[in-house]
């Protein structure tokens, strides 16, 4: 199996798009070479914008460039697109409507070694609280790729968070096509769901490679529109598997597994057990160090669905 | 030549809708929205390249109300202009209204983007311009803060990013009035030296008496013959001006004023009416 950073994904699609969306323009702060915005930069540097070290800046210019109908795409990390620029993207995108593209890199632990202050485990929480917020989590490059026209065809503000690690191919040379708000399943399943979203989705599926030598049938899906939520697909899930374990490199907090719980608590109360960081800080160490610590990995999956059974 | 005696009496007109709008919602804030009425007269019935019957023409001239709480001075404005009936002006800030609290694009015509939460105002302004310098149109972007609002942060970030981007289309106004809702700008965080400040951040800075009509067009004249660099324009300002008891009077902020006060003051606003006349 091959592997690629989303952000690289990202970056690539970006600079793809570029080509044949004259309208689209890149907002950066200070961050192009790890965002991977330079590679737009690189072929479109009339098009690409840097703020300098400023997010608050970097979300409201990018507000201004869609009231004259440009497709602003606003990069930076994660913890300061969601968590410095959160306000502005309230109530200078979002709130007005405008037709900006969120698209921080460097989400999740699995940043790294630059540490917790660096390692956004809220960001999913936090956008996905803000009304008409599309919020997006790819599972790896090819679905990145696709996420970033679909964003750019989608008229709105979207939040679309990639990772810095390389991540397994899912979907390369498959003939998937993703669209905003609906749930891929990966697999069919009778006994237990595995819902996952980000990096997490090749997890669950290794997970559910051992589980089912172990006799345990497992559905897994990907859930890589955290919102708008995909009711039909989780609910079908509910109904005809037992419980449902939720992994996401994310707060148990008003991630993945707090949409998917918020929804079946009100549709069909299910047992909705989450895998993802429970009220934790990250820190530093390698981004696979981290996923080991924190319990993001395929045996933690397997552990979590063992005791629920 | 700009006809100043229509400024004047739309100015005029401008503070006698405010009042009256904001003591019939009895909420709003009629201060920082008389300080400013001047400003914004010249720039939409002399300065502006804009169309009330065709609100969102690409090449319009771009307005962005930064201290957004002066809302009854944009709602004002565009109803003078035509760009909504003037019975509307009646309904600020209640329930179902275009007219919201703060500027809202998604339901009023000639609102370039929604406001409210200050000092994000300019970094917007920026985008419009630097989307007109890609495109190479001519439209200019126009932006109004307060003297309050630049101790907001981004206020700066965004003051570096048009300076960097020599966004010559940007034309910013300063309403200096000295006061905001807990009193004196100077006691509760001092700004000064603003023209110093804005100058160091490389702008064109520009101080005028902002109740002067001639000054204001004259700076609105430099500005566009300036090159190379964004220009602010410095407009020292009296909070509720034209209306004697309002004047320099903090209270006055983000308070209605009572059904007797409005009368008292569109007594006054009459008899400078007839002055100019």
């Not at chain 1, 940043?111 to 599972?139: F, K, N, T, W, Y």
């Not at chain 2, 739309?10 to 008389?34: E, F, Y």
């Not at chain 2, 004196?184 to 109740?211: Q, S």
């Not at chain 2, 566009?224 to 909070?239: D, E, L, R, V, Y």
Request: glycine share 10%; with cysteine.
């Amino acid at each position: 199996m091959s592997k690629k950073a989303t952000r690289q994904a990202y970056g690539e699609a970006l600079a793809e798009l570029g080509r044949i969306n004259k309208d689209v323009v890149v907002l950066e702060a200070d961050l192009s070479k790890s965002t991977k915005t330079s590679i737009f930069q690189g072929e479109f540097p009339e098009r690409h914008f840097n703020v300098g070290i400023a997010e608050a800046d970097l979300m409201a210019t990018a507000a201004g460039f869609a009231t004259t109908g440009k497709i602003a795409f606003a990069s930076t990390f994660a913890m300061f697109a969601a968590g410095r620029g959160f306000e502005q993207i309230r109530n200078t995108i979002a709130y007005p409507k405008l037709n900006v593209k969120i698209a921080p890199t460097h989400a999740g632990i699995s940043v790294g070694e630059d540490g917790g202050s660096h390692q956004s485990v809220e960001d999913i929480s936090l956008m996905r609280s803000i009304p008409g917020m599309v919020v997006l989590c790819p599972a790896d490059a090819e679905e990145t790729r696709q996420m970033v026209f679909a964003a750019a065809e989608y008229d709105g503000p979207v939040y679309l968070r990639s990772g810095r690690l390389d991540t397994e191919d899912i979907y390369k040379g498959t003939d998937y096509k993703f669209e905003i708000g609906i749930a891929d399943t990966l697999k069919e399943g009778i006994d237990v769901t595995l819902a996952a979203t980000g990096m997490l989705v090749h997890e669950a599926m290794e997970a559910a490679k051992t589980l089912e030598a172990e006799g345990i049938s497992v559905r897994v899906i990907n859930v890589s529109t955290i919102k708008p939520l995909d009711g039909p697909t989780i609910l079908k899930a509910a109904q005809e598997t037992k419980f449902i374990v939720t992994c996401e490199e994310h707060s148990v907090i008003g991630g993945l597994g707090g949409a998917i719980s918020e929804f079946l608590g009100e549709t069909h109360p299910t047992l909705v057990k989450k895998l993802g960081i429970y009220d934790k800080f990250g820190q530093s160490g390698t981004g696979n160090q981290l996923l080991d610590e924190y319990g993001l990995r395929a045996k933690d999956i397997v552990a979590k669905v063992k005791e629920s059974m | 030549m700009a006809d100043i005696k229509m400024l004047k009496e739309k100015a005029t007109q401008i503070r006698k809708d405010i009042v009256t709008m904001i003591c019939k919602s009895k909420s709003g804030h009629p201060g920082g929205s008389l300080s400013a009425a001047d400003i914004v007269s010249t720039l939409y019935f002399n300065e502006m390249n804009i169309d009330p019957k065709n609100p969102k023409m690409a090449d319009r001239d771009r307005f962005v109300l930064s201290k957004g709480h002066a809302a009854p001075v944009l709602y004002a404005a565009l109803a003078e202009k035509g760009y909504f009936d003037k019975e509307l002006l009646g309904t600020l800030r209640k329930f179902g209204s275009p007219l919201q609290g703060h500027p809202d694009m998604k339901k009023l015509p000639g609102i370039d983007i929604s406001t409210g939460s200050l000092g994000q105002g300019l970094s917007v302004a920026n985008g419009m311009a630097l989307s007109a310098k890609l495109d190479n149109k001519t439209y200019r972007t126009y932006v109004l803060l307060g003297d309050g609002e630049v101790q907001e942060g981004q206020v700066w970030e965004a003051a570096m990013t048009s300076a960097h981007y020599k966004l010559d289309n940007v034309c910013a106004f300063l309403d200096s009035n000295n006061l905001q809702i807990d009193g004196n700008v100077d006691k509760v965080m001092g700004v000064e030296p603003l023209d110093d400040k804005w100058r160091a951040f490389g702008w064109n800075v520009i101080v005028i008496d902002g109740h002067n009509f001639e000054e204001i067009l004259g700076a609105l004249e430099a500005a566009k013959a300036h090159k190379g660099q964004p220009t602010m324009i410095i407009a020292k300002t009296t909070k509720g001006k034209g209306i004697s008891f309002m004047e320099n009077i903090c209270g006055f902020h983000g308070v209605a004023p009572t059904p007797e006060e409005t009368d008292k003051a569109l007594e006054e606003l009459k008899h400078v009416e007839c002055c100019t006349n």
